[in-house]
C-alpha cells in the first residue's frame, strides 16, 4: 500500500505556520500508546489570494485518487431581510441551475459524468457549495465553480426562480411541516431571538416570503454577496499544490472582483425574562424545549458549554439520561447542544416525556440538575468522557477530504486559521469542572430563556406548567 | 493460530471513464466544458485473511491515515431468521449486548465506551448481525476487551430487558408520527405479506410486549457462535500487533451447539397492481412509495440493475428526479433503489410529494416506470455507466466505509477479485442488458402502490387514475395495530 499521508498525526509538537506547506516526517504511529498520549494533528496547506480577492486554500491528501473542492461565501439568512426570509437558501438552489457556459442541467449532467458528486448547504452565517470527484477530473469543478460565480446573472431567468422556488417548498414541507416536533426549532429561534435579529427567522424561510421572492431580489442578492472577495475556495485531496494553484489562477482569473460586504453588525439579543410558549403538533408525546442565548463560536464560555451538552445528554451516564431516562423512566429520549454560531448561540436542552408523564414532572427534574450543576461542579471522570469523545469525532471527521475542507473553510472564516484544530481541541482538554460549573451559573440563568412545550393536539395540560418546576 | 496470510487483491486499479482526451489548462477557455485527464489509480487497500485458533477467519486492513481502528464481529443471520411469533428477537438481542456483558453492568459498559472515546454499535440487520467499536488506536486493548465481552458474555439482567422493551414500544407508537416510518411498514406488509420480509426488523408491539429474557439467552446461545462469525478490522494498525489483540479477544470463543440461522426463502412475485392508501390527515405531503419484489444480491444481472436504476432514480439527474424535482418542482427529490438482500429484496421508487399533485405525480411515476423498459439513449447510458463506475475511489476514504465493503464481500460471498472487476463490469453493461433487467424486474403493471397522505384531499385524484383496487388503512392498522390483518 502507497503510504500516501498527506496530512500526518505526530506525536510530537510541531509549529505549522501559516500560509506556508508545512512538510513533516513520517508519523511513528503507537499501535499502544497510552491513553494520555494527543498525537498532534497536523494539515498541511497552502493558502493564497488571488487577484479578484478570492481566498484559496490547498490541503494535498493522497489516500485515495479524488478531490473536494468547496467554496464558501460569507452570506446566509442572517442577511435576509423581513419580507424576504429564505432567500439565501433559494439562491443557493438557483446556483445549480446554470451560468453563462454550463446550459440549465449541465452542472449536474458534466459532474455526473465523470463520476462526481455535488451540493451545498445554507446556514444562518454561510452558503457552502461542493464537489467530490476522481482527482483528473478537477478542472471541470474549477470550470463550474468558477462560471457561475462570474458568469451567473446574465442568464439569471424568472423561469428558474420560479422553478426553484416550488423545490424549496416541498422542501420545507418535507423536512419541517410533515415531520414530527418539525416547527419547534422554528418557533424556538422566534422566541430566543427578537424581531429584527438576523437569527429571529428561520434558514428555510416562510411560505409567503418563498412566494414573494422576485427575480430581482435574487439577482441583487448575487450582486451584494457573490462576489470572489466574501469567498473562500478550499481544495482538498490528490493532487499536486503547484499544479492546482496553476488551474485555479486559469479558471478564475476572469471572475470579476466586486464589493466585499461589511461585517454583519447585530445588537446583541438579550432574554430578559422566562418565556413559557405552548406548541401542539401531530404527535403521540409532548416534548419539552429549553433554549439560552449563550455564547457565540470561540467566546468565552463556548467550549464549556460544548461539554456541558456532553455532561447533561452524552451516553447513559450523563445527568439528564441516568435520571431521567434510566432510573425515573419517564423520558423516551434526551439532548443537549451548544448551537455554536457567529453572532451569538444558542443553548438547547430537549426531553421527549413517556406516555402517561407530562412536562411539568420532566421540567422539574430538569432544573434539579441544572441547579445541581450550578452548586457543585461535575467530576473529573465526567470531563474526561467529554473530552475524550469530543477528540475522537474530531479524528473520524479528518478522514474524509470533504470535511476536512469544510473545517479548514470554516476555522479560516472564523478564526482566520486554516489550521485551527489543534486549538480548538485544546480549548475543550484545558476546562476543569469548575469552568463548566461558573458557565453553567452564568449562561443558563433560569429567569432569562425560553420554555417550550410541544404537545399533542388538544392536550395542552400535558404542558410545562409555569411554577411548576420549583 | 494459524495464519493464512495472502498478497494483495492487486496493486493498482485503473478506473477510466470512456473519454480519452487529455486537458491541458491555459486561459481559461469556456466554450467547451474541460475533459477528464487520465484514468487515475485507486490503491486498493491490501485484505490480509487470517483465520484465529478456533477457525474464525479475519479480515485486516492497515490503513495509517488518522489514529483511529474499526472492528467489525460479522455473525451470519439476521432479523429475517427471527422466529415467526418473534419479530425483533435479533434486533433487540443485539440491542442488549451492551446492558450488562462479563462483570459490568450497563452503565459501567456506557461510561467505559465514552472515557475510551469509542462509538460502539450492535445491530442486526435482515442478515447479518454486526457489533462493532471504532476507537482511537491507542485505545483498542481496552475496547478489545470489551468488544469480546459484549459478543461473547452478555449477561442480559432482567431489569435492562424491562427498560429496552419500554423504550420500544414507545418508539414503535412514535411511529405513527413519522410518514416515512407508516410507508414503511405497509409497503413491507404489502409486497411480502407473510414472508420475513413482510415485517420490521424492529419487530411488532405484540412480539415486544411478550418477549422473555429466556428467549433472548437462548437466541444469543445458539446464533453468536464461532462457525457463524467473521471479523473485520481496519485502521492504524500493524498485523503483527493485532493478531495476539485478536487472538485474546475472540480465539477461545469456543462453539455451541449452534443451529445456523436460516435465510428468507425467495418471496413470490407480486400479481397485478393494487393501492394501498394510508390516512394522515392534514399532512402537507404525500409518501408515495411504488414497488414489487426484487432479485436477490446473487443474481448475475448486479450490474446492469445498477446501471438501470441509476438512470430511473438513482442519481440526481435521473428521469424520476429530472422529471418530478427539476421539471414538475411536485418534489425536493424522487429516487429509486434494489434494496439487495440474500434474498428477494425489494425495488422501490419513492417521494415525498406536495399534497395537491398527488394524483399528477402517480401520472409521472407510472410514465417514468414504463419508459425505462424502452431503449436508453446512448449518452444517457454513458453517463449513468461513468458515474456509477468512476464514483467507486469515493467508497474507500473512512475506515468504517473499507470495513463495510470487506464485510460485504463475507456476507454475500463475492469473489476475492470482486473490486479489481467491479468498474470493469459497470463499463461492460450494454443497452440491451439494461432493457432486458429493466423489462424483467421493473414491471408497473404488477406492483404495489403505498401512499401516506391525507385521504380527503388525495383520495378523488388517486381513485380518477384507476390504478387497481383501493384500500384505505387507518396510521394504526399500517402499522400492524391489530396483527391478524396480516395475512395477504
Redesign the interface.
Known amino acids: 500500500m502507497k503510504p500516501s499521508l498527506a496530512f500526518l498525526l505526530t506525536v510530537f509538537a510541531a509549529a505549522s505556520p501559516a500560509l506556508a506547506q508545512t512538510p513533516a516526517p513520517p508519523a511513528p504511529t503507537a499501535a499502544h500508546g497510552s491513553a494520555e498520549t494527543c498525537p498532534r494533528i497536523d494539515v498541511p496547506y497552502t493558502q493564497l489570494q488571488l487577484r479578484n480577492g478570492l481566498n484559496v486554500i490547498l490541503h494535498e491528501d493522497h489516500t485515495v485518487p479524488l478531490v473536494a473542492v468547496d467554496v464558501w461565501f460569507r452570506v446566509g439568512s442572517a442577511r435576509e431581510k423581513p419580507g424576504r426570509t429564505g432567500l439565501a437558501h433559494l439562491f443557493e438552489h438557483i446556483l445549480f441551475e446554470g451560468s453563462s457556459h454550463v446550459k440549465p442541467g449541465e452542472f449536474d449532467t458534466l459532474l455526473e459524468g465523470v463520476g462526481g458528486d455535488n451540493n451545498g448547504s445554507t446556514n444562518n452565517d454561510r452558503t457552502n457549495y461542493f464537489e467530490v470527484l476522481p482527482s483528473n477530473a478537477l478542472d471541470l469543478a474549477l470550470f463550474l465553480e468558477s462560471d457561475r460565480m462570474g458568469y451567473l446573472l446574465d442568464v439569471l431567468s424568472p423561469a428558474r426562480v420560479d422553478q426553484q422556488r416550488d423545490v424549496v417548498k416541498n422542501e420545507r414541507r418535507e423536512r419541517i411541516e410533515n415531520q414530527p416536533y418539525g416547527m419547534a426549532s422554528i418557533r424556538i429561534e422566534e422566541e430566543v431571538f427578537p424581531p429584527g435579529h438576523p437569527y429571529h427567522w428561520p434558514v428555510i424561510g416562510s411560505m409567503d416570503d418563498l412566494t414573494a421572492a422576485t427575480h430581482e431580489d435574487v439577482a441583487g442578492f448575487f450582486r451584494s454577496y457573490y462576489s470572489p472577495a466574501n469567498a473562500s475556495l478550499v481544495v482538498s485531496g490528490d493532487f499536486q499544490t503547484e499544479d492546482a494553484r496553476r488551474k485555479i489562477e486559469d479558471w478564475f482569473s476572469d471572475v470579476a472582483s466586486g464589493p466585499k460586504p461589511p461585517v454583519l453588525a447585530a445588537t446583541p439579543a438579550v432574554l430578559t425574562s422566562e418565556k413559557r410558549v405552548t406548541l401542539e403538533d401531530k404527535v403521540q408525546l409532548p416534548r419539552l424545549y429549553m433554549a439560552w442565548i449563550t455564547p457565540a463560536h470561540f467566546a468565552p464560555g463556548d467550549e464549556a458549554l460544548d461539554l456541558l451538552s456532553s455532561v447533561l445528554a452524552s451516553g447513559k451516564n450523563s445527568r439528564l439520561y441516568k435520571r431521567l431516562v434510566y432510573d425515573m423512566q419517564i423520558a423516551q429520549d434526551v439532548s443537549a447542544v451548544q448551537d455554536s454560531r457567529a453572532l451569538a448561540s444558542m443553548f438547547v436542552i430537549a426531553v421527549t416525556a413517556r406516555e402517561g408523564h407530562s412536562l411539568t414532572e420532566i421540567e422539574r427534574v430538569v432544573q434539579e440538575e441544572l441547579d445541581r450543576l450550578k452548586r457543585e461542579p461535575p467530576t473529573a471522570r465526567e470531563l474526561e468522557r467529554a473530552v475524550n469523545q469530543y477528540e475522537a469525532g474530531f479524528y473520524r471527521a479528518l478522514e474524509r477530504n470533504r470535511d476536512k475542507a469544510d473545517l479548514l473553510n470554516a476555522y479560516d472564516m472564523e478564526t482566520g486559521r486554516p489550521d485551527y484544530f489543534n486549538e480548538d481541541l485544546a480549548r475543550h482538554r484545558a476546562l476543569d469542572g469548575r469552568d463548566v460549573q461558573s458557565a453553567t451559573r452564568r449562561e443558563l440563568p433560569n429567569d432569562a430563556r425560553v420554555v417550550l412545550s410541544v404537545v399533542p393536539t388538544g392536550k395542552t395540560s400535558l404542558a410545562a406548567a409555569k411554577g411548576g418546576a420549583r | 493460530m494459524s495464519r493464512r496470510l495472502r498478497g ?1 487483491l492487486s496493486a493498482a486499479l485503473l ?1 477510466g ?1 470512456t473519454f480519452s482526451a487529455s ?1 491541458v ?4 477557455d ?2 467547451k ?11 486498493l ?2 485484505t490480509s485473511r487470517l483465520k484465529l485458533a478456533n477457525g474464525i477467519p479475519v479480515f485486516l486492513v ?7 481502528a474499526q472492528v467489525l464481529v460479522v455473525l451470519r443471520g439476521g432479523a429475517s431468521a427471527d422466529p415467526a411469533n418473534r419479530p425483533g428477537l435479533a434486533s433487540l438481542t443485539a440491542d442488549l449486548l451492551d446492558r450488562g456483558a462479563g462483570t459490568r453492568s ?2 459501567e459498559i ?2 467505559l ?7 460502539l454499535e450492535a445491530d442486526a440487520g435482515w442478515d447479518t448481525t454486526t457489533v462493532g467499536i ?8 481496552e475496547a478489545m476487551a470489551l468488544l469480546s465481552d459484549l459478543v461473547i458474555h452478555p449477561t442480559f439482567p432482567p431489569e435492562e430487558l424491562e ?1 429496552v422493551r ?2 420500544r414500544l ?2 414503535m ?2 411511529w ?4 416515512a416510518e407508516i410507508a414503511a411498514s405497509a409497503f413491507g406488509r404489502a409486497v411480502y405479506g407473510n414472508h420475513p420480509y413482510g415485517r420490521r426488523p424492529e419487530g411488532s408491539p405484540g412480539s415486544m410486549k411478550s418477549v422473555t429474557r429466556e428467549e433472548v439467552r437462548r437466541f444469543h446461545a445458539t446464533r453468536y457462535t464461532p462457525s457463524a462469525a467473521a471479523i473485520v478490522m481496519v485502521g ?3 498485523g503483527a ?1 493485532a493478531l495476539p489483540l485478536l487472538e485474546r479477544a475472540f480465539g477461545s470463543w469456543a462453539a455451541a451447539a449452534s443451529s445456523a440461522a436460516s435465510t428468507a426463502p425467495p418471496a413470490p412475485q407480486i400479481s397485478g397492481r393494487r393501492v394501498i392508501l394510508v390516512d394522515k390527515p ?4 404525500s409518501q408515495i412509495w411504488i414497488g414489487r419484489v426484487g432479485p436477490p444480491r446473487s443474481t448475475p444481472d448486479y450490474f446492469p440493475l445498477l446501471v438501470a436504476n441509476t438512470i430511473l432514480g438513482g ?3 435521473s428521469r424520476l428526479n ?1 422529471n418530478l ?2 421539471t414538475k ?4 427529490g424522487a429516487s429509486s433503489r434494489f434494496d439487495f438482500r440474500i434474498s428477494t429484496g425489494p425495488f422501490l421508487a419513492s417521494a ?3 399534497t395537491d399533485k398527488t394524483g399528477p405525480a402517480l401520472t409521472e411515476f407510472f410514465k417514468e416506470l414504463e419508459g425505462i423498459r424502452e431503449e436508453v439513449p446512448a449518452a444517457e447510458l ?3 455507466r ?2 456509477a ?6 467508497g ?4 468504517a466505509q473499507v470495513a463495510g465493503r470487506v464485510r460485504d464481500q463475507f456476507v454475500y460471498g463475492l469473489p476475492d477479485d470482486y473490486f479489481n472487476t467491479y468498474v470493469a463490469r459497470i463499463q461492460a453493461v450494454t443497452s440491451a442488458d439494461v432493457r432486458r433487467v429493466a423489462t424483467r424486474w421493473v414491471d408497473p403493471r404488477n406492483c404495489v402502490v403505498v401512499i401516506v397522505g391525507d385521504r380527503r384531499k388525495i383520495e378523488p385524484q388517486v381513485a380518477a387514475l384507476h390504478l387497481g383496487p383501493l384500500t384505505v388503512l387507518s396510521v394504526e392498522d399500517a402499522l400492524g395495530g391489530s396483527e391478524k390483518s396480516r395475512k395477504r
Open positions: 494483495p478506473i471513464a486537458f489548462a491555459a486561459a481559461p469556456r466554450s466544458a474541460p475533459s477528464p485527464g487520465p484514468p487515475v489509480h485507486l490503491h487497500p491490501e492497515e490503513r495509517h491515515k488518522v489514529p483511529l450497563a452503565l456506557s461510561d465506551v465514552d472515557t475510551l472515546g469509542a462509538a471504532n476507537v482511537p488506536v491507542a485505545r483498542l486493548p427498560r419500554q423504550e414507545t418508539e407508537l412514535q405513527r408520527d413519522d410518514p492504524d494498525v500493524r500487533n392534514d399532512a402537507p405531503q442519481s440526481f439527474t429530472h424535482r427539476e418542482g411536485y418534489t425536493y415525498g410529494i406536495q454513458e453517463r449513468a461513468n458515474y463506475a468512476l464514483r467507486f475511489p469515493a474507500f476514504e473512512t475506515d
